[in-house]
């Protein structure tokens, strides 16, 4: 799918460092230059609010692990963070709780399933299966650190701020939204309740994970959140240690495996970046080491994955070297 759309794109060396600051520019460019027709996919519309996003907003932002910053289109543009919240949670969770307890209590495997689906946890025994899917989400963020709700709010949202580098603001018209129709996260978190996956007030659960999915961020804020997992946990921007570089490590092993969800097996065979997407438009892709791609447009695939973000990740992988599994080949005889 993805591979046949880049075949004309010149590839850089997967191997090694970024092109040069003017040449990821004209990437950029030319990157958002290609696709910013491209009418496929429909805007979310299942919270209401969504529904009233422009399909033709559009923005591409990159921070390197040197805060050199790129950007082309509409990449200050306000939209809550969704879904991308999962991936940052998780991150707090597992720096406060360990690696070896993260996986106990959620676990990390694809359900290969919808994001939001009941049969998945009902099918694994009451087992979450991971962070990036509706269900873990909820068992994530039960686990937050905080004597009451309210401070486990406070500790989400100041710990996803760390991440952007500034003070993220909640949308409450979004929060408002969601709030009247999430009866099936209700359901979802009675239901982990039921198999002792939750053990605090589920309802005050699905609050909470309502809030932290309707932050306001832009596409520059996920490109730095996305960098301070490329750079070991070091927000690259304010120099702020957010996590630890093993917990970092932890969580893009688990954006690879399952952040796009049912289609995180192709997406990366072709593509091969940890990555997260959100169902108001939003995606983030991380090449560790190297920076962060922030992207925002509206218009989703069936598995709630914005399909212009997931063109212009292809279209820059390649021309930039970003895969995670790609290499360029030695020449011999130069090794010391």
Not at 84 to 99: D, P, Q, T
Not at 102 to 122: D, K, Q, Y
Not at 167 to 183: F, I, K, P
Request: hydrophobic content about 40%.
């Amino acid at each position: 799918m993805f591979e046949a759309d880049v075949q004309d794109v010149p590839q850089h060396s997967f191997t090694g460092d970024l092109p040069t600051k003017e040449r990821v520019k004209q990437v950029i460019d030319a990157a958002h230059a290609r696709y910013a027709d491209h009418a496929d996919g429909d805007v979310a519309d299942y919270i209401p609010v969504l529904a009233q996003a422009d399909p033709a907003w559009f923005g591409i932002s990159m921070i390197d692990v040197f805060g050199g910053h790129y950007a082309a289109g509409d990449t200050e543009l306000k939209f809550s963070i969704q879904s991308i919240s999962k991936a940052f949670v998780f991150a707090l969770v597992c720096e406060a709780l360990g690696h070896e307890r993260m996986h106990e209590r959620i676990g990390v495997n694809n359900t290969g399933l919808p994001f939001n689906s009941v049969m998945a946890l009902e099918l694994n025994d009451g087992s979450p299966m991971n962070s990036m899917v509706n269900a873990g989400a909820l068992a994530t963020t039960a686990l937050m650190a905080g004597g009451s709700p309210a401070e486990q709010w406070e500790n989400i949202r100041s710990g996803l701020s760390a991440f952007a580098g500034r003070q993220l603001e909640l949308d409450g018209e979004v929060y408002r939204s969601e709030m009247a129709t999430n009866t099936r996260n209700k359901a979802i978190a009675r239901l982990l309740e039921s198999y002792g996956r939750i053990t605090i007030d589920p309802l005050e659960v699905v609050d909470i994970y309502t809030r932290q999915c309707s932050l306001s961020v832009t596409a520059h804020d996920l490109a730095i959140m996305g960098a301070t997992l490329a750079d070991g946990g070091v927000n690259p921007v304010t120099g702020q240690k957010v996590i630890g570089a093993e917990t970092a490590r932890d969580t893009l092993a688990l954006m690879a495996s399952c952040g796009l969800y049912e289609r995180s097996g192709e997406w990366l065979f072709e593509i091969g970046l940890p990555a997260k997407s959100g169902v108001a438009g939003g995606m983030v892709a991380i090449s560790p080491g190297k920076g962060a791609l922030g992207l925002y447009s509206p218009p989703l695939d069936r598995a709630g994955n914005s399909v212009r973000s997931q063109r212009v990740c292809a279209y820059l992988s390649k021309a930039l070297g970003l895969n995670l599994f790609a290499s360029s080949a030695h020449v011999k005889g130069t090794h010391v």
